[in-house]
């Protein structure tokens, strides 16, 4: 059975227990962040503590162990568990409140699980998005608020599509758990303020570099459709192309050339790290 991390024991999930007083609970004042393991190697770590630790501040919540210690507690969580394949999930809430408003003294989880990977069809053939007139709140911080989204998963999957895209006053923001890019006369685009800094888009960029010209700056939904190509990126779908918005099919509806290379150049980029970060 696997064990995982709360408030300093490693325990099973079942033993986990929250006070129905959390704020996490009852207010949605909590924190998340979510990662790959791979081969035993927990693929960017530092890059998601960086931002948990980011997202804690920007929502005056502090962190009730070191950095240090939350580092060792997770390699302990992969090297008991052995998952070949896993994840961590980190969850912070506020704690339990004396009043059922005001914050306490935060939990801190950390679950190892298996990973879920989306079947290999979506990668080759592209999927599709809903869209939503959306603003998520504090849209710098990974907050475990995804109220409507999850509100609006039966809608899009009854429709067909694999997630939702958010925008508002013109402006293209991201999709519920992932960022968005898309190539406009050759060069590759993608948005930089009030959304969600991925570290799988960060990385993305780093590889495309080489690659193509690209340019970080606000563009509408008007350009997404009339785009060449589009993908999302996020740490559990990598590098997800995507073919249509609502009933509207964006450019051949096929999966781009460049978009594929993307793809494949993004998988040696993780193995790679994964090669380099190898427990001896
Ligand atoms: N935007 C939101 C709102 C997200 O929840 C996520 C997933 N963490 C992303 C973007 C993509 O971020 P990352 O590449 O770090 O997983």
Redesign the pocket.
């Known amino acids: 059975m696997a064990i995982h991390f709360f408030n300093g024991d490693f325990i099973p999930k079942e033993a986990i227990k929250f006070s129905i007083n959390d704020v996490g609970i009852l207010r949605g004042y909590g924190l998340f962040?979510?990662f790959r393991v791979l081969d035993g190697v927990p693929v960017f770590m530092d890059d998601?503590l960086d931002?948990f630790e980011r997202s804690a501040k920007l929502m005056g919540m502090e962190l009730p162990y070191s950095r240090q210690k939350i580092e060792e507690a997770i390699r302990e969580l992969i090297k008991v568990n052995g998952l070949p394949l896993g994840s961590i999930k980190l969850v912070l809430t506020g704690g339990e409140s004396p009043d059922g408003f005001a914050s306490g003294k935060p939990n801190l989880v950390i679950l190892n699980e298996a990973l879920r990977l989306l079947p290999e069809h979506k990668y080759t053939e592209g999927v599709s998005l809903m869209t939503l007139d959306y603003t998520?709140d504090f849209p710098l911080a990974?907050s475990t608020n995804?109220a409507v989204a999850v509100g609006l998963q039966r809608e899009w999957l009854q429709k067909g599509h694999e997630d939702v895209l958010y925008h508002a006053g013109g402006k293209v923001w991201?999709?519920?758990?992932?960022?968005v890019f898309f190539f406009k006369e050759g060069k590759l685009i993608t948005n930089e303020d009030g959304?969600?800094l991925?570290?799988?888009?960060k990385h993305v960029l780093k590889i495309a570099e080489g690659m193509f010209e690209v340019e970080i700056r606000d563009f509408t939904l008007d350009e997404l459709l009339a785009s060449e190509e589009m993908f999302i990126?996020?740490?559990?779908r990598q590098l997800l192309p995507v073919v249509k918005l609502d009933d509207k099919v964006i450019a051949n509806g096929k999966v781009g050339e460049r978009t594929g290379k993307l793809v494949e150049e993004l998988g040696a980029y993780v193995s790679k790290y994964v090669r380099a970060h190898a427990v001896k």
Request: hydrophobic letters at 20%.
């Open positions: 962040d979510f998601h931002r998520r990974k995804y991201e999709v519920s758990r992932s960022n959304v969600l991925g570290i799988t888009r990126t996020g740490s559990n």
